[in-house]
């Protein structure tokens, strides 16, 4: 507080000078600076602080020093408190410097009398004093001054320092120490000349120096656990060896530090002239080697580095003869410090770098020679290590190689090599490798500018397609965009240089390479590649090279989907490289039509495409404002939460371009070339869109919306007022409002807008509080807080807090939650005086200072009541206060709110926080005990003895006895044994569970806020010992007596918190508490065993995780490793004789600790340094006889395996591309590379007796399965797998040779591959005589096959390689035949020649369809003549011989073959027809069309009699399937399939309907068999069907209810898109263009694939006007179907909806034309409502069927119930549609249903419907009105007034309330004086719509209404206003 006290001073002197307006200014500034917690905040008082003192300067030139001085005194203060910060010293120091002009000595003065008093307490400098001294030699010349003349005295109190901290050891966490050394480094660093002779001269010798060189040294052998201060020492080390006045005696000094290892204990150490004894206890652990070699490589000059060594022979140097050995020693050592050895490694190429002239003069030769030892151990070094995967290391080994080659090139240029064979053995190593090894493309990169683009292209011709599966793989996605971006920036330099041409050519000369690549990732139907392509490359690409955008355009001019994608990706990315980007008439009918597709990538695409801009003030255009006001309405209620993010990230980039634009305007410093009246119509459109976007968002808010509208119009206004307002958030780095926002803020509020906090925004957002979810709660309390004033009114305080207090005592833990979010709200927005208007328990907020403490008191008191009420009757605490709400609020806000937390620390409070904390703390033991007791039946003392957890059975009766007791003595019998839980029972278990949870989060978030180093050490220990110890007992009651792992994952989640805050503590005894609980722990676990296996505990091993996690990840971790230490040696011990398989065994529950700690996340890769004994100790386990310990060991090994692999990455074409070879796995763990060789070596050695079991040889081969093949090197560590792993092909277990045969794929290198194929198949029998082992060959097969299917893949070996392999098959052609006996051996055969279908002769080929057409059609003739001989595996061979057959045809398209098949799919063993029937539906004949177009014609064939058999259900269902599959294309329909079904069409079709109104077989076949009659309907429906459309449109109303399973409502909604556009048909008058918004807006006629668009060429076709009148009520059957479908909750049934609704868009003759594209839900749904509209308007049902969309909701009823305020139950009922918005869908309906009465004829049957519907809902609706005006017109009671603002359930009854008002009023408007008669109404139109807005406007001042729009409403029909006719339009 120094700087605090001279700042006073300082005011006080300058109060009546004439400078004091600026000095106090300036003051207030450093105050504020002072006092701010975010950095931007600092920074920003600092620079006006800064600006004040240039102003003061000239003023005190011309003071004398008096009075000069308090004020540098002053900032002086300041900048000593600053030193934390080097920017903020910095900014400091120029203040001085300015305020110094004139008075230098003055300034020196102070500076020397500031510095003098740091350690004035004693001779240790404390971590501030040693921040000061730091950056005062760093950034200040006076203090560098001052530090040189008292060097003897600093190097005293640093050596003091120093050791009086290794001796104390104040914590493992602290910076002390790393401190002090830092203040050593850079007192060598700065001042070397001042501390050479100290060192180096005999007469300057320094005790001092030398006794702070003794304790550096015992830092960096260990002393200090800190890893980042050993390291430290290491680099000060060096630097200290700088000041050595020669090289040599430097390089001497650091050849010393390196051998003394090898010396300790032996005498003494010479360093220059100081002599250092070797200290004995000095206990090497590796890490030294690495201290020494990073800080010599870091920072010791080149001239020591470099300079011969004398005591050496040969020429050597530190840096090839000392530095380098150690380096590679690392590599191979220090497996838990990779990061480190790999930075040594690239400092060490570095600095060879740097002085290869210096080598080359001592050497006078290569140092990089080409057989040289030190290149290859190099280049192993590199390649061993390249695939670690440790963050960081692969950027280290990227730079490493690429220092290498350039190394490489220096010395061959400087030598004048003219060979350079380094180059082309790395690039074969490259190509060698496979695609999915990351590691290659790092060297791939680094060879490239050396070798050439071409070369590199000529040696490695399939890069383009790996550089594409690359970029499918979100780990290789990096890795291949530089690899692409390294050869086409090589390709460029090479032409630039050549000056071969323009651009143009260029740009030609890069397709021819690239431009494939491209086309096909952006039109990859995979999201993931097409994202990578178009962010990773296509942008870069552009401005790489321009004239690529010609050819790329050019590339996707289709329609399909992948097409537009494509091509909107080019435009934004042409956009972002050009600027604004001019559209044509026709590619701006296209970006709409991107707008309105179904696929979200193509709309985010497009709507980025309109939302970005290179430049932030360039304004949007009005063709991009119209867009955008037409698409978002539509897009609010999407789904998918990345959808949602990404429409916020582009709509903030548009609202910021209208806010910077708009700005620029005001300023005068527009665009040139826009004039004023365009700069006025530009502000206009900016603050008009913004304020339509604000309505949109508020409206969307209202409870009755779904969650997906309420997120996304969250979003919206998080943007709105993030970007639009002028709020600061101090915690943002970007973001923040420009400095003239007010500006703008003004302008749009004198035009009436722009009003963010208005009252009916603040009420919407109060809604969303009482949300059911906690992402729509938190999201708007946070724009509450962070946005809104900064308290709110009384009367809203006071309602909000009674809503808080109700929703507390909720049984419901959404309700609960939503209770502690409202008081952490009213906390945050609440004064003083708000406080007191509060009902506080006890008079809190009259007697406490803070606000914080009094809420916490309140709470407190709350909490305590409940746990009195509890302890009496559990029961009706659980159902009407139960303690998980009220404990929820106390997290929220003890630790979410920043004020508490700063009042926490006030010294005045100390004492009040203390005594509330330590009640907190015993209260919900108190809590703990009594609930965790209950569960027991325990709830005295003793429930604290059992340490188990009950058994399931023992909770069900202690919860029994608990409703017994709350139910008093009735006793009374229960409906038997019932399996379902009562609600009481459900209620005590909620209570229970969530409260335990709720209280291990609060009590953790405390000890992490409280215990936090950060703390000021004079605020006293706000949790004492005993609070702690209290705290720790509560967790392990809970994670050892709990058994919900919802509850113990709460739990676990607060003890790491817990734990990290004790153990990084600088208490010791806080320190101690972890420790002890971690060994009671390992205690207990050791102990004997009484609990039953059911009773274990499932927090148990959670226990020793979160200790262990606890622990700093710089440490050496002495907790993990005494954990797994003991752990491994309980798990180890040997099974007693007479062990129980019911009781829990110690080594049992030791490796289900260790599974926990491998899977905890938290930990990362520290437990890999133990993984070698783990793994062996789970491999040992697999093998015991006790099944709990097998099971907990293949757990363990499971865990190992995803830790030592990672997680698998993405998957493509059922491939998974992990990217770790076996390679480099076994060079990162050779010890366990060991161990399962070991393993596989026994279980492969020949054994007596015949075969043995080895249980764990299966684990260790599924391990090595998910390893990826490696290089072709030489000595390869995976070489010794190979023969163990064929010897398995042996194993009479299946499941080994299978597996044995997946783990052969990574150990064989793909040169290698063609060898071993080879070999295997020579080892088959040429004959059937020399088969020895029928298991072996199946086995050999199994191999072949697993190789093959590698090497066909990308980058395998061609058909012509494989040649000699098929020649070696040809000549054992006999496997396939019958003289083979064992089927699975002949299947296997098949599937090895399956996978060689190009290699063989014509006359295999032939000889294998033959025997394969024998075999089937043996199974013909035996299967009539009942003489079929039944084998094992025969139906596998059949299956797979089918197959073949079906591949071999759609290879070939051969029409004999195809016949073929089609007589096999009717043959009558029915393994061939499922086989075949699942080859179709795999759609693995999707590529030949002929053999889907026969199969279907087959199937069609026999439908009749398929169904008319029904012989399966599960044959039926597949068939029915595959049928739907092969005429999922409407073009696949022809006239020949028609003529199929000519007569049996009626007859299936009935068959098919009986199936599904009658028979009911089940979900599956339902589904089915309705889609496979609409298919049948969609091709056969006439006149004369009438009945059956009848039929089949009941089935579907009956399957689309929303109550219904999902797949039937799929079923409905897939049947209405494939016949419901030809049932239609009919019905249409054929003059409607269903153009919903206009020519510029969204439009079906794209070409395009529809997934199962089974409607036939001429389905949507309109016909002639009114053709079929009496389908005319069943097309508004199916079309009211549509509209309910579209509001389904299941996204795959609204698409399906969607679907319908895109065919009927279609214009006559478009869809033959140019295909479909399905578009997206809500531009389908009011397409169906424009269709109704225009084909339909004239019915009456018309209206009738709209009108069953508005529900009629008693307001009533749910006000009175609001009023009753009843106890509510745990569970509310469920919705059957939650995605349903019927007030949403009621707005939608309203202006189509007014123009359907406006264009209706006077006396049509439209208006005698209305007119019916008026006398039916008129009066009621009136008595609503007038009901709703008593009820709101006087305010609604408190009690209920703010919960009906979250009532659901009330706002969509007002909702529809007013919609209907609306309606009857434009019925009584239409209607006129025929209208008005209605009895009961008595009013005309103008009076209703009088009480309609005075209704509406009390709604609106209640938050129970929207603000009336003054524009469209987002979902209104019709053109948009002020479409763009002009034919140009910038985007």
């Given amino acids: 507080m120094g700087a605090e006290r001279e700042a006073r001073a300082c005011a006080a002197f300058y109060g009546s000078q004439g400078l004091a307006p600026t000095v106090l200014s300036c003051l207030r500034c450093l105050r504020h600076f002072a006092g701010s917690t975010a950095k931007r905040c600092k920074e920003k008082h600092l620079e006006e602080a800064l600006q004040l003192t240039r102003a003061l300067s000239e003023g005190l030139q011309a003071l004398g020093e008096a009075e000069a001085r308090p004020l540098l005194r002053c900032v002086l203060a300041f900048q000593m408190e600053a030193t934390s910060s080097c920017s903020s010293f910095q900014k400091l120091e120029q203040m001085v410097t300015q305020l110094a002009v004139g008075k230098e000595a003055l300034l020196a003065q102070e500076v020397d009398t500031l510095l003098s008093g740091l350690a004035l307490q004693g001779e240790v400098l404390s971590p501030e004093d040693l921040q000061s001294v730091s950056m005062f030699l760093e950034e200040s010349s006076l203090g560098r001054q001052h530090w040189r003349q008292n060097l003897p005295l600093l190097l005293q109190r640093l050596a003091s320092t120093l050791h009086w901290v290794l001796q104390g050891q104040p914590t493992p966490g602290s910076t002390w120490g790393y401190l002090v050394i830092k203040a050593c480094l850079q007192v060598f660093q700065v001042l070397p000349e001042d501390v050479a002779p100290l060192v180096w001269s005999t007469s300057g010798k320094s005790e001092t120096l030398q006794r702070l060189l003794g304790l550096l040294l015992l830092v960096a052998w260990g002393k200090a656990l800190n890893k980042d201060t050993r390291l430290l020492a290491g680099t000060a080390l060096s630097m200290l060896v700088n000041t050595a006045p020669q090289p040599q005696h430097g390089a001497s000094a650091v050849l010393t530090l390196f051998q003394l290892p090898s010396q300790a204990g032996t005498g003494e150490l010479k360093f220059g002239e100081l002599v250092v004894e070797v200290n004995p206890v000095l206990e090497p652990d590796g890490l030294e080697k690495l201290v020494l070699t990073r800080g010599v490589l870091t920072c010791c000059k080149m001239d020591i580095l470099s300079c011969q060594l004398e005591s050496l022979p040969h020429k050597a140097c530190l840096l090839l003869d000392v530095v380098f050995p150690a380096v590679c020693a690392l590599s191979r050592e220090q497996k838990d410090c990779h990061y480190y050895c790999f930075q040594a490694c690239v400092l060490w190429l570095q600095r060879l770098r740097e002085g290869l002239a210096a080598l080359w003069h001592l050497t006078g030769t290569h140092v990089l020679a080409q057989d040289s030892e030190l290149l290859q151990e190099l280049t192993q070094l590199l390649w061993n290590n390249a695939e670690t995967p440790v963050e960081g290391v692969s ?41 999915q090894i990351k590691a290659r493309y790092v060297p791939l990169c680094a060879i490239v500018p050396y070798m050439g683009s071409q070369q590199v292209l000529d040696a490695y011709p399939d890069l383009p397609q790996h550089l594409l599966s690359c970029l499918s793989t979100n780990h290789l996605c990096p890795a291949a965009a530089e690899a692409y971006k390294e050869l086409v920036r090589q390709q ?31 039109c990859s139907p995979l999201p993931i590649l097409q994202s990578n392509c178009a962010n990773h490359l296509l942008t870069w690409t552009l401005r790489q090279l321009p004239a690529t955008q010609a050819l790329l355009a050019a590339q996707f001019g289709g329609q399909d989907t992948m097409s537009l994608r494509a091509w909107v990706s080019v435009l934004k990315a042409q956009k972002s490289v050009a600027g604004a980007l001019p559209l044509g008439e026709a590619a701006l009918e296209r970006l709409s039509r991107c707008l309105g597709t179904r696929e979200e990538g193509v709309r985010l695409a497009a709507l980025g495409l309109l939302c970005c801009s290179p430049n932030t003030n360039q304004p949007l255009s009005g063709t991009e404002v119209r867009l955008l006001r037409h698409f978002l309405p539509l897009n609010l209620n999407c789904d998918s939460s990345s959808f949602r993010q990404l429409l916020q990230a582009a709509v903030r980039k548009a609202l910021v371009r209208l806010r910077d634009s708009s700005l620029a305007q005001l300023r005068g410093k527009a665009p040139r070339r826009s004039g004023p009246a365009e700069g006025a119509e530009q502000l206009t459109q900016a603050v008009g869109f913004v304020e339509w976007l604000l309505q949109l968002s508020i409206a969307s808010l209202s409870p009755g919306s779904n969650y997906q509208r309420k997120k996304t119009a969250l979003l919206l206004l998080a943007a709105v007022l993030e970007t639009c307002t002028d709020t600061w958030s101090p915690d943002r780095k970007k973001g923040q409002p420009p400095r003239t926002m007010a500006t703008l803020l003004s302008y749009a509020r004198q035009r009436g807008c722009w009003d963010f906090f208005s009252q009916p925004n603040l009420l919407a957002l109060l809604s969303c509080l009482q949300d059911s979810t906690n992402e729509i709660r938190d999201l708007a309390s946070e724009l509450l807080v962070r946005y809104f004033p900064t308290t709110f009114s009384e009367p809203i305080a006071q309602d909000l807090f009674q809503l808080a207090q109700d929703t507390l005592g909720s049984p419901r833990v959404q309700e609960a939650e939503a209770g502690a979010v409202l008081m952490k ?16 328990e006890a008079g809190a907020a009259l007697t406490l200072p803070s606000r914080g403490l009094c809420f916490a008191q309140h709470l407190l008191h709350v909490l305590q009541a409940q746990y009195k009420v509890a302890r009496q009757d559990l029961l009706r605490a659980a159902a009407t206060a139960p303690m998980h709400g009220a404990i929820a609020a106390l997290r929220r806000c003890l630790l979410q709110v920043p004020e508490v937390a700063v009042s926490m620390q006030a010294a005045e409070l100390v004492r009040s926080w203390q005594e509330l904390l330590t009640c907190l703390v015993t209260t919900v033991r108190d809590i703990t005990s009594l609930l965790l007791g209950a569960l027991q039946s325990q709830q005295g003392p003793g429930a604290d003895e059992q340490a188990a957890a009950p058994s399931f059975a023992e909770m069900g009766n202690a919860i029994g006895s608990l409703i017994m007791l709350g139910k008093g003595q009735r006793q009374e019998e229960e409906e038997g044994d019932s399996i379902l839980l009562s609600e009481e029972h459900s209620l005590i278990l909620t209570c229970c569970w969530v409260s335990v949870k709720e209280i291990g989060l609060l009590l953790g978030g405390l000890a992490e806020l409280l215990l936090s180093p950060a703390l000021p050490a004079d605020v006293g220990p706000l949790l004492p010992l005993p609070t702690l110890q209290m705290a720790t007992k509560v967790f392990q009651e809970i994670l050892l007596r709990c058994r919900h792992w919802g509850a113990v994952e709460g739990c676990s989640m607060g003890f790491t918190k817990f734990c990290a805050a004790l153990l990084n503590h600088p208490d010791p005894e806080l320190q101690a508490i972890p420790r002890a609980v971690l060994e009671q722990g390992l205690e207990a676990l050791g102990g004997p065993r009484s609990s039953s296996i059911t009773r274990r505990a499932a927090g148990f091993p959670m226990l020793f995780l979160c200790i262990v996690i606890g622990e700093a990840p710089a440490q050496a971790r002495p907790l993990l490793t005494r954990c797994i230490q003991t752990l491994l040696s309980l798990a180890a011990t040997a099974l007693p004789q007479d062990w129980d398989q019911t009781l829990d065994l110690p080594q049992v529950c030791a490796l289900h600790v260790l599974q926990t700690l491998v899977r905890g996340a938290g930990l990362g890769g520290a437990v890999l340094c133990h993984a070698t004994p783990m793994m062996a100790l789970a491999l040992r386990g697999l093998g015991s006889p006790c099944w709990a310990m097998r099971n907990a060991a293949i757990q363990l090994f499971s865990a190992l395996t995803s830790r030592l692999l990672g997680q698998p990455w993405s998957h493509r074409d059922g491939c998974p591309s992990e990217g770790l070879s076996l390679h480099a796995f076994l060079g990162q763990h050779p010890k366990l590379g060991a161990v399962l060789l070991g393993e596989l070596k026994v279980a492969t050695a020949p054994t007596s007796g015949g075969p043995h079991l080895h249980p764990a040889l299966h684990a260790i081969l599924t391990l090595l399965a998910q390893l990826q093949p490696g290089a072709d090197i030489a000595g390869s560590p995976s070489a010794p797998f190979l023969e163990p792993l064929l010897g398995l092909a042996g194993s009479p277990i299946y499941a080994v040779r299978a597996m044995a045969a997946k783990a052969l794929v990574p150990v ?50 061609s058909a012509q390689a494989l040649h000699p392999v098929a020649l070696q098959l ?17 299947a296997a055969f098949l599937q090895v020649l399956a996978l060689l279908p190009t290699s063989f002769s014509p006359g295999f080929a032939r000889y294998i369809h033959d025997t394969i057409s024998t075999e089937l059609g043996s199974l013909l003739q035996g299967g009539k003549s009942g003489c079929a001989e039944p084998q094992v595996g025969s139906a596998i061979l059949h299956q797979t011989m089918a197959h073949f057959v079906c591949s071999e045809a759609a290879q070939l398209a051969d029409s004999e073959r195809i016949a073929a098949v089609c007589s096999l799919l009717q043959h009558p063993n029915p393994d061939i027809q499922l086989a075949i029937l699942s080859w179709v539906i795999a759609g693995e004949g999707g590529s030949c069309k002929e053999v889907e177009n026969a199969l279907g014609l087959t199937l069609l064939e026999s439908l009749q009699s398929v169904l008319q058999e029904r012989r399966d259900k599960e044959f039926l269902r597949l068939y029915l399937e595959a049928l739907l599959h092969l005429y999922r294309d409407p073009s696949s329909w022809s006239q020949e399939a028609s003529c199929k079904l000519q007569g049996s069409s009626r007859s299936c079709l009935e068959m098919l309907l009986h199936m599904v109104e009658a028979e009911r077989p089940g979900p599956d076949l339902l589904f089915q068999a309705l889609c496979a009659a609409s298919l049948l309907l969609a091709h056969q429906c006439g006149d004369k069907d009438a009945a059956l459309v009848e039929r089949w449109c009941a089935a579907l109303e009956e399957c689309s209810r929303s109550a219904g399973s999902e797949l039937l409502r799929l079923a409905a909604a897939r049947s209405l898109r494939l016949a419901g556009p030809s049932v239609l048909q009919p019905s249409l008058r054929g003059t409607c263009s269903l153009q919903l918004a206009g020519p510029s807006m969204v439009q079906p006629s794209l070409r395009g694939t529809c997934s199962l668009q089974l409607a036939g060429p001429g389905v949507v076709q309109p016909s002639l006007r009114a053709a079929c009148p009496s389908l005319v009520p069943v097309a508004l059957r199916l079309i009211n179907m549509a509209i309910h479908l579209l509001q389904d909750e299941e996204r795959e049934v609204r698409h399906e909806a969607s679907g319908f609704a895109s065919l009927l868009r279609q214009s006559p003759g478009e869809l033959l034309q140019d295909g479909c594209i399905f578009v997206q839900d809500n531009v389908g749904l009011q397409s169906l409502l424009e269709l109704l509209l225009g084909e339909f308007g004239e019915h009456p049902e018309t209206f009738n069927s709209l009108l069953q969309h508005i529900p009629v909701l008693d307001v009533r009823s749910v006000v009175e119930e609001l009023e009753a305020n009843k106890a509510v139950s745990l569970y509310k009922e469920d919705e059957p549609n939650v995605f349903a918005e019927p007030a949403v869908l009621a707005q939608q309906l309203l202006p189509v249903l007014v123009q359907l009465l406006e264009k209706a004829p006077t006396g049509s049957p439209v208006h005698a419907s209305a007119l019916q519907w008026l006398e039916a809902t008129g009066p009621g609706v009136l008595r609503d009105l007038q009901y709703c005006r008593h009820c709101w017109s006087q305010g ?29 009023a434009q019925v009584l408007r239409v209607l006129g004086e025929g209208a008005t008669a209605t009895p009961g109404l008595g009013c005309g139109s103008q009076e209703l719509e009088q009480e309609l807005e005075l209704v509406q406007g009390l709604l609106v001042q209640h938050g129970l209404a929207p603000v009336p729009r003054q524009d469209n409403a987002p979902g209104e029909l019709g053109p948009l206003s002020g479409t763009d006719s002009s034919r140009h339009a910038a985007v």
């Fill in 492 to 522: 460029c330099r090479e032409w630039r240089d050549g000056q071969r041409g323009t651009e143009e050519a260029l740009a030609e000369e890069w397709a021819l390479h690239w431009l494939p690549l491209l086309s096909q990732g952006l």
């Fill in 1370 to 1386: 040809e000549a054992r052609g006999w496997l396939l035949t019958p003289a083979q006996r064992c089927p699975l051996v002949r």
């Fill in 825 to 840: 709200t009213i906390l945050q927005k609440s004064d003083s005086g708000t406080m007191k208007s509060l009902s506080l």
């Fill in 1836 to 1864: 609604p009671a408190a009690r209920w007034g703010m919960k009906a603002l979250g009532c659901a359930k009330l706002h969509t009854a007002l909702a529809l309330l007013l919609v209907r008002a609306q309606l009857v």
């Fill in 395 to 435: 950027e280290f080994i990227h730079s490493s190689f690429r220092l290498l080659l350039e190394i490489y090139h220096l010395e061959c240029q400087h030598f004048q090599d003219q060979e350079r064979p380094l180059y082309q053995q790395m690039l074969q190593r490259v190509v060698s490798m496979p695609w």
């Fill in 1308 to 1357: 064989v290198a793909p040169p290698q591959r063609y060898r071993l194929l080879l070999q295997l198949a020579r080892q088959l029998p040429a004959a059937p005589g020399q088969i020895r082992s029928h298991n072996a060959v199946h086995g050999h097969l199994l191999q072949m096959q697993a190789l093959l299917g590698c090497a066909t893949g990308t980058g395998g070996l």
